[in-house]
C-alpha cells in the first residue's frame, strides 16, 4: 500500500478556487492510478475524479465535469486536484485514494488519505 498526505483545504467564497495535493511515499508512484473523493456531513463519500498512472487520462463526476481538473507529477509523487468555481454544495472532507498498483478502470480504492476539509461559503 502506499501512504497518503492531503493538503490545500480550506475556506473559500464561491465562486473561488482551492487546489488541493496529496503527496505519496514510496518509489512506486507512478505504478499507481490515483483518485479524489470527498464526503459531505450526512452523506456517502463519493467520487471526485481519477486520474490512470501515467496521466494521461482522467474521469470526473459530472458534478465537477468543466470546474475541477485533476493532475500528476510522478517526479514528486504528487497527485493535485485543482477546483474552480467553487459552489457551497463542493463542501465536504476531500479525500486522496489509490487502488492496488497497476489497476486501471473502475477501481476500488485500497489505500485512503486522512483528508483535508474544503468549506465553501455563499
Known amino acids: 500500500q502506499v501512504q497518503l498526505v492531503e493538503s490545500g483545504g480550506g475556506l473559500v467564497q464561491a465562486g473561488g478556487s482551492l487546489r488541493l495535493s496529496c503527496a505519496a511515499s514510496g518509489r512506486t508512484f507512478s505504478t499507481y492510478a490515483m483518485g479524489w473523493f470527498r464526503q459531505a456531513p450526512g452523506k456517502e463519500r463519493e467520487f471526485v475524479a481519477r486520474i490512470r498512472w501515467s496521466g494521461e487520462i482522467t474521469w470526473y463526476a459530472d458534478s465537477v465535469k468543466g470546474r475541477f481538473t485533476i493532475s500528476r507529477v510522478n517526479a514528486k509523487n504528487t497527485v493535485y486536484l485543482q477546483m474552480n468555481s467553487l459552489k457551497p454544495e463542493d463542501t465536504a472532507v476531500y479525500h486522496c485514494?489509490?487502488?492496488?498498483?497497476?489497476?486501471?478502470?473502475?477501481?476500488?480504492?485500497?489505500?485512503w488519505g486522512q483528508g483535508t476539509q474544503v468549506t465553501v461559503s455563499s
Open positions: 485514494a489509490a487502488p492496488n498498483p497497476y489497476e486501471d478502470g473502475d477501481w476500488v480504492p485500497r489505500s
